[in-house]
């Protein structure tokens, strides 16, 4: 069993700056592949970075690549997403969620299912 708990999310105008940290606990809660997931209001929750545990690549949705940077400390078992040039769209509930390094193979990391662990979300707000 894996629990993860975020934090850092926030309140800041566009163009703003902002860093996430998701705290895994559990014995082998380093050995997981991490990513972010955001869910505005109505919409479904969507894929936003990803890292596999050894942190050697990275994966991005387009919409945030150039602006956010996705890394992890296994040592710390905490993984970070720090967002820069924060833009109105990038409001949303963000989550920190975890699964075997084959969840990063293909299509299959933008799916939330392939996930096996969730943490419980950390709000971003950024105002025009």
């Known amino acids: 069993q894996v629990l993860l708990i975020e934090s850092g999310g926030g309140s800041v105008q566009a163009g703003g700056s902002l860093r996430l940290s998701c705290t895994a606990s559990?014995?082998?809660?380093?050995?997981?592949?991490m990513g972010w997931f955001r869910q505005a209001p109505g919409k479904e929750r969507e894929f936003v970075a990803a890292?596999?545990?050894?942190?050697?690549?990275?994966y991005y949705t387009e919409p945030v690549k150039g602006r956010f940077t996705i890394s992890r400390d296994n040592a710390k078992a905490t993984m970070y997403l720090q967002m820069n040039s924060l833009k109105p769209e990038d409001t949303a509930v963000y989550y920190c969620?975890?699964?075997?390094?084959?969840?990063?193979?293909?299509?299959?990391?933008?799916?939330?299912?392939?996930?096996?662990?969730w943490g419980q979300g950390t709000q971003v707000t950024v105002s025009s």
């Open positions: 969620a975890a699964g075997v390094d084959s969840v990063l193979y293909g299509s299959t990391r933008f799916q939330p299912h392939e996930y096996d662990y």
């Open positions: 559990g014995r082998t809660a380093s050995t997981y592949a």
């Open positions: 890292i596999p545990w050894t942190g050697w690549t990275t």
